[in-house]
């Protein structure tokens, strides 16, 4: 698997942008970048993912760099409810790494 | 539709004790994963099933765990003689392919709570 570094944590005011950054510049060419969150008690929520072009959907948006060596998660109107530990993952293989996450507080 | 499901959600049980849990996967999943997520921690791997198969069982701890899927649907995760240090929550995911170069995201049950006395 690629190494991913990200933030331990992060705060965010509600109904701002979050913008959760991610470092993977070991990852190979046909490597995808996965995103999931944990909200407390609560299995592994999927997100997003995305191999070398931008990604958007209901949740988020996912901005890859054109060398691919970091991305960025975009919460575009962050709610009380996206208060989680979000995980940035470059499975190598079919498990994924969790590592330990960005823990986002959105606050009111 | 349904999502993964896990039974039971919580399982207490005594140290020595024989236990299961149970996953069912989004139907049509040919992949399924089991993890183990210990207080304070991200989940970590422990078996993957290609169909009824394990393709890699790399991840269980010991010989005291095992896993089944024999019809490439239901997976059961088995853990003898338990120990306190079992204690988890225990968490299976499914994939319409297996992840990996082929983009293809796994999906969450809610876990089983294991709490070894």
């Known amino acids: 698997d690629a190494k991913t570094t990200q933030p331990p944590s992060m705060d965010c005011a509600e109904g701002r942008a979050a913008n959760l950054p991610c470092n993977h510049s070991?990852?190979?060419?046909?490597?995808?970048v996965y995103w999931y969150r944990q909200i407390h008690s609560q299995g592994p929520q999927y997100i997003i993912h995305?191999?070398?072009n931008n990604e958007t959907n209901e949740m988020a948006s996912l901005i890859i760099t054109e060398d691919r060596k970091s991305s960025t998660l975009i919460l575009p109107h962050a709610t009380l409810r996206d208060t989680a530990v979000y995980y940035c993952?470059?499975?190598?293989?079919?498990?994924?790494?969790f590592g330990k996450g960005t823990s986002l507080l959105v606050t009111p | 539709g349904a999502g993964v499901s896990q039974t039971p959600s919580n399982k207490v049980t005594e140290k020595g004790k024989y236990v299961e849990l149970r996953c069912d996967p989004i139907?049509?999943?040919?992949?399924l994963y089991w993890y183990r997520q210990s207080l304070g921690q991200g989940p970590e791997f422990l078996i993957y099933?290609?169909?009824?198969?394990?393709?890699?069982d790399s991840g269980l701890p010991n010989d005291r765990f095992f896993a089944v899927r024999p019809e490439g649907s239901v997976s059961t995760l088995k853990i003898q003689r338990t120990e306190r240090g079992d204690s988890a929550v225990y968490l299976c995911?499914?994939?319409?392919?297996?992840?990996?170069?082929?983009?293809?995201?796994?999906?969450f049950g809610p876990g089983t709570r294991l709490t070894v006395l």
């Open positions: 995911a499914s994939s319409f392919q297996p992840t990996g170069s082929s983009g293809n995201e796994q999906f």
């Open positions: 070991t990852i190979s060419g046909n490597e995808y």
């Open positions: 995305g191999l070398k």
């Open positions: 993952i470059v499975p190598g293989g079919y498990a994924l790494n």
């Open positions: 139907s049509g999943h040919t992949a």
């Open positions: 099933f290609q169909g009824t198969g394990a393709a890699d």
